[in-house]
């Protein structure tokens, strides 16, 4: 099931502590040729949409990324966005 990038936000984690964003990133538009979250942690830090101050804790069917602070978490969902953006137009012109 499709669903798009408006509706994740980062929220407060008790027990890490942390900003936390989880989902089911191959839910996203442009993952869906992914097997697992594996995949699209393993091509988001290929392309430097999750960066090292992002730790991660993915399961196949989960993402669970964990962030510092509230900005840092929405700093990655916008440059996710951007890479969904340019993705879309690259599958688009093909």
Known sequence: MSYTIEKL???KCDIVKKWTISANLTGLETFDNC?????VIDRLKENKVL???CEDDSEYCQAWLY?????SAKSFIKRLGEYIEKRKQLINSL
């Open 9 to 11: 936000k980062p929220y």
């Open 35 to 39: 097997d697992s979250n594996y995949d």
């Open 51 to 53: 960066t090292d101050s």
């Open 67 to 71: 962030f510092k602070s509230e900005s």
